[in-house]
Nanobody, 119 residues
């Protein structure tokens, strides 16, 4: 079991930056895929970025070049640095840990943190 707590959300003007953090109560293993997702009002939850062991990353096209995901396994923490924020980035941001190596596979979610970007 892993419990995830996000922080760092808030209100920022367009063009500004925020850094989200996700602290895990349990151990984040190297084989885990950790990621950030977001859900805007009236829309489905969508992938923002993921990172796997070895540092390989994957980003949604809409955030490439602006957002950076990173993980610190020693601190059991995942980060999302968000730069050049746009109003369309407004959403609740969720951290996730995916364990495809478990049988059955498991995915854990945090409670989310609100990011609001004003124009």
């Amino acid at each position: 079991q892993v419990q995830l707590v996000e922080s760092g959300g808030g209100l920022v003007q367009a063009g500004g930056s925020l850094r989200l953090s996700c602290a895990a109560s349990g151990t984040i293993f190297g084989a885990d895929t950790v990621g950030w997702y977001r859900q805007a009002p009236g829309k489905q939850r969508e992938l923002v970025a993921t990172i796997v062991s070895g540092g390989r990353t994957n980003y949604a096209d809409s955030v490439k070049g602006r957002f950076t995901i990173s993980r610190d396994n020693a601190k059991n923490t995942v980060y999302l640095q968000m730069n050049t924020l746009k109003p369309e980035d407004t959403a609740v941001y969720y951290c996730s840990v995916q364990r495809a190596w478990l049988s059955p596979p498991a995915t854990y979610w945090g409670q989310g943190t609100q990011v609001t970007v004003s124009s």
